[in-house]
């Protein structure tokens, strides 16, 4: 099993930047396809993001396209999300997610078939 562990939220104001950690062990990293989710009160955990294990393809959800950035380091066992110009809307708990048994052409944004998950981190983005 893999365990993950999410930091660097906060709060900040609408336009700023935020960069999330998701830290890996038990496991190298390398070994899975990794993915960013989120969940605002009142709704359901929504795709973000996510990448393949070696060549780094990257996959996003319209929503967060040009102003986010997913991307991985499997030496430090570790996936980073860059946040740039973000809205209040982006205000949620946001998760990082391993090893996904569905992908599609646009990518594995289906919540249910991940199998491991971190404890999540708080963004709040004020306007």
């Known amino acids: 099993q893999v365990q993950l562990v999410e930091s660097g939220g906060g709060s900040v104001q609408a336009g700023g930047s935020l960069r999330l950690s998701c830290a890996a062990s038990g496991r190298p990293l390398s070994n899975y396809r990794m993915g960013w989710f989120r969940q605002a009160p009142g709704k359901e955990r929504e795709f973000v993001a996510d990448i393949t294990q070696n060549n780094g393809r990257t996959y996003y959800a319209d929503s967060v396209k040009g102003r986010f950035t997913i991307s991985r380091d499997n030496a430090k066992n570790t996936v980073y999300l860059e946040m740039n110009s973000l809205l209040p809307e982006d205000t949620a708990v946001y998760y990082c997610?391993?090893?996904?048994?569905?992908?599609?052409?646009?990518?594995?944004?289906?919540?249910?078939?991940?199998?491991?998950w971190g404890q999540g981190t708080q963004v709040t983005v004020s306007s």
């Open positions: 997610a391993a090893d996904p048994r569905y992908c599609t052409n646009y990518g594995c944004y289906v919540t249910i078939m991940y199998d491991y």
